[in-house]
T-cell receptor
């Protein structure tokens, strides 16, 4: 399978704990995006990378959130001191720059903060 | 700023009936528009896209959409619904922004198909 993969698929954590999610994009894609989706809503943009450079961050990305893409391949999204409001599906997508802007999504990581 | 509005959070049709899911966009530049489908507990799958050229675009699973600039619409249709079409559908516009862009999604429309 050469699609976008995300791990873990599900994460249950207690409020105040730190969590980290991983995304592996389609291998030749140089752009990688993170979105958050809450129940009954469309995905909302969090941040994106072109190669290893983080080019844009949403206002939704508070200082408790940090994302990295150290070698321009996989990416991690870390949430520190989780809150119940962080419970959501975290989606990763990848694309090739300049090619019709199509983004290919992974299956997502569902986070539940208790 | 670009935005998308999907009219109707829930649409129910009978199997074999026409599917029509409505999407209106707001954009200050010529838009790139997308429809994605999401099955329960899964990621999003691209159904079809409009970038430039022909305004009627065909996608996977028999879906198509027509870009109408005068109406700022990009409605999704399928002539005959199948039970397997039951899912959440999202319309999105690509926001180029300052650094190359992101997708702006609508709230989604849940499609139910009755036997």
């Amino acid at each position: 399978d050469t699609g976008v993969s995300q791990n873990p698929r599900h994460k249950i954590t207690k409020r105040g704990q730190n969590v980290t999610f991983r995304c592996d994009p389609i291998s030749e894609h140089n752009r990688l995006y993170w979105y958050r989706q809450t129940l009954g809503q469309g995905p909302e943009f969090l941040t994106y990378f072109q190669n290893e450079a983080q080019l844009e961050k949403s206002r939704l990305l508070s200082d408790r959130f940090s994302a990295e893409r150290p070698k321009g391949s996989f990416s991690t999204l870390e949430i520190q001191r989780t809150e119940q409001g962080d419970s959501a599906m975290y989606l990763c997508a990848s694309s090739l720059s300049g090619v019709n802007y199509e983004q290919y999504f992974g299956p997502g990581t569902r986070l539940t903060v208790t | 700023a670009q935005s998308v509005t999907q009219l109707g959070s829930h649409v129910s049709v009978s199997e074999g009936a026409l599917v029509l899911l409505r999407c209106n966009y707001s954009s200050s530049v010529p838009p790139y528009l997308f429809w994605y489908v999401q099955y329960p507990n899964q990621g999003l799958q691209l159904l079809l896209k409009y970038t430039t050229g022909a305004t009627l675009v065909k996608g996977i699973n028999g879906f198509e959409a027509e870009f109408k600039k005068s109406e700022t619409s990009f409605h999704l249709t399928k002539p005959s619904a199948h039970m397997s079409d039951a899912a959440e559908y999202f319309c999105a516009v690509f926001d180029l922004g300052n650094q190359g862009g992101k997708l702006i999604f609508g709230q989604g429309t849940e499609l139910s198909v009755k036997p």
